[in-house]
Each structure stands twice: as C-alpha cells, then as structure tokens.
C-alpha cells in the first residue's frame, strides 16, 4: 500500500508565496516521475509541473516562472514553491507519482494525494 499525503495549503494574499509538500509512504523502491496539479472551483484538473527522479521538469506555460517543483529523492517528496500568487491561483493542490514501485516489485499506478487547498485573497 502506497500512500501521497499533501501539506503547506492555506490562505495567502495576493503576491504573497506558499511551499507545498508531498510526502509518499510505503515500502518505496522507486517514483520515476512526480507532479503537482490542481483544480479549482468548475474547472478542469490541469498539471501545473512535473518532475523526474533524474531532475527533468516540465511546466504548464502560465506556471513557469512562478512555480517551482523540487523533490527530495531520498525522502520520496516533491515540493511546490509558488510564488506571486493571484486569485487565480486558488485551487486544490494535489501531488500525483503515475507509477510507485515498492520493495516487492509490486507496482502502483495512477497515485494521487488528498489534494491541499490553496486560497489567494485579492
């Protein structure tokens, strides 16, 4: 059993910065790649960034600049600086690792978080 657990959501002023993390947990032998996305309210769930053990990154066009993903190999986390935050902005957050491999060489797909909830007050 693997398991994605958000955190650093809140409520942030306009301009104003966050760091979100995301820790998995389980018997982890590996996560290629981890993402962030989100949702906010009637709209879509859209990628934000993504990032591969190896240190790729990929960003949503309107993100990069403002978003910066990281990860922690080691502690099986990625993170999320998002900077100069808007009211567009607001949404759930949430930590995605399209494939987990465990100790057992068992793999998980398609592995999402509870999401995180980020609020910008204008």
């Known amino acids: 059993q693997v398991q994605l657990v958000e955190s650093g959501g809140g409520l942030v002023q306009y301009g104003g910065s966050l760091r979100l993390s995301c820790v998995a947990s389980g018997s982890i032998y590996s996560i290629y790649s981890m993402a962030w996305y989100r949702q906010a309210p009637g709209k879509q769930r859209e990628l934000v960034a993504t990032?591969?053990?190896?240190?790729?990154?990929q960003y949503a066009d309107s993100m990069e600049g403002r978003f910066i993903i990281s990860r922690e190999i080691s502690k099986n986390a990625v993170y999320l600086q998002a900077n100069n935050l808007t009211p567009e902005d607001t949404a759930v957050y949430y930590c995605?690792?399209?494939?987990?491999?465990?100790?057992?060489?068992?793999?998980?797909?398609?592995?999402w978080g509870q999401g995180t909830q980020v609020t910008v007050s204008s």
């Open positions: 990032m591969t053990s190896g240190g790729n990154t």
């Open positions: 995605n690792a399209p494939i987990i491999v465990t100790n057992t060489m068992r793999t998980h797909r398609d592995n």
